[in-house]
Nanobody
Framework: QVQLVESGGGLVQAGGSLRLSCVAS????????MGWFRQAPGKEREFVAT????????YYADSVKGRSTISRDNAKNTVYLQMNSLKPEDTAVYYC?????????????????WGQGTQVTVSS
């Protein structure tokens, strides 16, 4: 069992930055791929970024590529999402998720564990 707790969301002006954090419980964190997803009101949950268990490989949605960086610190059981040059369309609840395998994935159905989400609001 893995429990995930996100933090770092908030209200920011367009062009600003936020760093989201997700702390995982359990001793298997370093063995699992992680992902960030987001869901805006009235929209489906969408992929944002993913990272492999070792942190050696990452992948981003086109909508955030070049503006966001996913990273992890396995010693701290934490995955991060650094978001820069934020836009109003980035407004959403952001969720971190853990897989049952070492690879990352863009498909939310491949993730077994989810956090409760953290709200990000970008004002224009």
């Amino acid at each position: 069992q893995v429990q995930l707790v996100e933090s770092g969301g908030g209200l920011v002006q367009a062009g600003g930055s936020l760093r989201l954090s997700c702390v995982a419980s359990g001793r298997t964190f370093s063995s699992v791929g992680m992902g960030w997803f987001r869901q805006a009101p009235g929209k489906e949950r969408e992929f944002v970024a993913t990272i492999t268990a070792s942190g050696g490989s990452t992948y981003y949605a086109d909508s955030v590529k070049g503006r966001s960086t996913i990273s992890r610190d396995n010693a701290k059981n934490t995955v991060y999402l650094q978001m820069n040059s934020l836009k109003p369309e980035d407004t959403a609840v952001y969720y971190c998720a853990a897989r049952g395998s070492r690879s990352g994935s863009t498909d939310p159905s491949y993730y077994s564990y989810w956090g409760q989400g953290t709200q990000v609001t970008v004002s224009s």
